[in-house]
């Protein structure tokens, strides 16, 4: 199941638990733990004051109150005291911790904030790297949908130097076309969609659920899935075939040209085992465009690989929106880690791929 990077108070959200940075008392505080605690109510103090603290790196569970979410994972993040005192090995122990119990509890869902990133005063950078790594490398073994809330957009930071690069390699792109797109009469930056050349799919996931509108009636027929051993040389024949390939078949394909396993595929493309089945299941499945560029990245497609991808799916790259020259700019990199990109995405207040 996906990582999901979202803007929004954890205390809102309706999941099967939340995480609390909490302290060692785990009697309530100031930060997302005031917040728990104050839209729980009494019931989780109550609670809590059985528990007999916490050590650092370590989580409890309580229930959710008057919280939307069912439960309360409590762990203490490490104090930054400048990096030299086991302040590394302690966070990751905390998102492991909270993972294991959400594990053993079966939750199917749990919302962490960026534990140590405010009062215990972790570089924020830093601490989403060690968040981002720990859940990843838990969902690569798990099935369980993990969100991380980024609360405080103004003090959230990818490294200044990919910042940087990021915003020239746009400034560079941003152009000519960026005008004409303008002249069109459509919004110089509207995101993910605006470069669509074709859209007729509405496919959002939403927080609470997805709503998705599909395309004009065609008729659904069962995928075949082509087959091609890793060394052979595609004849001229097959390249004319591949003109007439759907989008899920040239997905299908390149799996097998890659040598990846479907669920390889769509763990490193973050999307969901659901969403993966329907795209199998369906040789016409128009997916959206953020769904569709997870899958090239996730296949480590060239850009012209991509282009013809997403062409399939009704869609193009452009220079005429930010989404696409920062993928451009990963692509042009070679770097095809798509929680990397999700967080320059976020950065740069764009729509993130994967489910
Ligand atoms: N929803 C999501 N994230 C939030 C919210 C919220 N409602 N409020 C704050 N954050 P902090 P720590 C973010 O200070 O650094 C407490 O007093 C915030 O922007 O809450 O682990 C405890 O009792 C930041 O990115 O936790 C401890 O004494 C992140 O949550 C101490 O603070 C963590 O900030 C723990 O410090």
């Not at 930071?157 to 009469?185: C, M, P, W």
């Not at 929106?321 to 700019?329: G, L, M, P, R, T």
Request: include cysteine; aromatic fraction near 10%.
């Amino acid at each position: 199941m996906p990582l999901q990077l979202i803007r929004n108070d954890i205390t809102k959200l309706s999941c099967d638990a939340i995480v609390n940075a909490a302290n060692g008392t785990l009697l309530g505080g100031g930060g997302v733990d005031g917040a728990i605690h104050k839209a729980a109510g009494k019931g989780l103090l109550l609670e809590c004051m059985t528990l007999g603290g916490c050590r650092t790196g370590e989580a409890k569970i309580t229930g959710g109150y008057k919280l939307p979410a069912k439960y309360v994972i409590h762990t203490v993040g490490p104090v930054w005291h400048g990096g030299e005192n086991g302040e590394e090995a302690l966070l990751r122990s905390c998102y492991r911790s909270c993972l294991a119990i959400a594990k053993e509890r079966g939750l199917e869902s749990v919302a962490f904030p960026l534990i140590s990133a405010g009062a215990y005063g972790y570089p924020k950078d830093q601490a989403l790297k060690i968040a981002v790594d720990e859940i990843t490398a838990f969902l690569l073994q798990n099935e369980i949908l993990v969100y991380l809330v980024i609360y405080d957009k103004s003090s959230f930071q990818i490294g200044e130097k990919l910042f940087r690069d990021i915003a020239s390699f746009i400034d560079d792109k941003y152009v000519d076309e960026h005008f004409t797109f303008n002249y069109r009469g459509r919004n110089k930056d509207s995101g993910a969609g605006s470069a669509a050349l074709e859209s007729t799919v509405i496919e959002s996931d939403a927080f609470l659920g997805e709503t998705r509108v599909l395309p004009v009636a065609r008729e659904a027929i069962p995928a075949p899935r082509a087959s091609v051993p890793k060394s052979k040389k595609i004849s001229l024949d097959d390249a004319v075939k591949k003109i007439d390939e759907s989008f899920s078949e040239m997905l299908l394909r390149k799996i097998d040209e890659k040598g990846m396993t479907d669920a390889a595929c769509y763990k490193k493309a973050n999307i969901d085992r659901k969403l993966f089945s329907k795209i199998r299941s369906d040789a016409f499945y128009r997916p959206s465009k953020t769904t569709a560029i997870a899958f090239a990245i996730a296949l480590e497609l060239s850009l012209e690989e991509t282009r013809e991808m997403l062409m399939k799916a009704g869609f193009a790259l452009s220079h005429s929106n930010k989404f696409d020259i920062i993928i451009e700019y990963f692509i042009t990199n070679g770097n095809y880690n798509v929680f990397e990109i999700n967080e320059a995405l976020f950065a740069f207040d764009q729509a993130l791929l994967g489910t």
